[in-house]
């Protein structure tokens, strides 16, 4: 059974558009992560929730913004999407001793 | 400054053969260590980690990896490869120090077996 659920899988938007990704976790865990992924890099970090105490790292830009309304499900806005932004996005959850993926949302900016 | 580090860009072997995919890390305290497998237009899926006890830690899909405090590397190996083993391999380290849970990701490994 799928433990971290992100939709969409594929997500096309424009220059300029805002776009909303969501995840959701069955874990019950307090904490949540949002990485952006481009072309075979290692994930870097945007954000993270524990429980609702935000956590934004100093280099993601303003642009991304992230809401969780509940500990299952955890929203990531890109308010004017860039050419630069088309990525993976990858949603995780989970504690100390390990970090449980989500399936990734790849973002197509046309 | 916290970093993993992962040598090879690119690993190939032949199907049948070992393999190994190195890392090392330099980290603070007691780190926790992990490898993570990812397949094209997937998440990361969690192979096997180290935390502590054991040196040599078994995974997923016949994966294994040995921690070696001395040489602060982690790698990662298989006795006999197969074809489906082909993918992009990730080591991730958490400082033990850390009281959040952010971990360090190295660059990143692409294993190609041939058959």
């Known amino acids: 059974d799928a433990m971290v659920i992100q939709n969409p899988r594929y997500q096309v938007t424009q220059f300029g558009k805002p776009v909303t990704l969501s995840c959701s976790q069955t874990?019950?865990?307090?904490?949540m992560y949002w990485y952006q992924q481009k072309s075979s890099q290692a994930p870097k970090l945007l954000f993270h929730?524990?429980?609702?105490?935000?956590?934004n790292e100093a280099d993601t830009p303003d642009n991304f913004q992230s809401r969780r309304p509940n500990t299952s499900f955890c929203f990531l806005d890109i308010r004017s999407p860039g050419l630069g932004d088309a990525a993976m996005y990858l949603c995780a959850t989970g504690g100390r001793d390990t970090q449980y993926f989500g399936p990734g949302t790849r973002l197509t900016v046309l | 400054a916290q970093s993993v580090a992962q040598p090879e860009d690119q690993v190939n072997v032949a199907e049948g053969n070992p393999l190994t995919v190195k890392c090392t890390y330099s980290v603070s305290g007691n780190p926790y260590l992990f490898w993570y497998v990812q397949y094209p237009n997937r998440g990361l899926q969690f192979l096997l980690k180290y935390i502590t006890g054991d040196n040599l830690v078994k995974g997923s899909y016949g994966f294994e990896a040995e921690f070696n405090k001395s040489q602060t590397s982690f790698h990662l190996k298989k006795p006999s490869a197969l074809v489906s083993d082909s993918a992009l391999y990730f080591c991730a380290v958490r400082p033990g120090y850390s009281s959040a849970s952010k971990i360090i990701f190295g660059s990143g490994t692409r294993l190609s077996i041939r058959p």
């Open positions: 874990l019950n865990h307090n904490v």
């Open positions: 929730y524990y429980d609702k105490d935000f956590n």
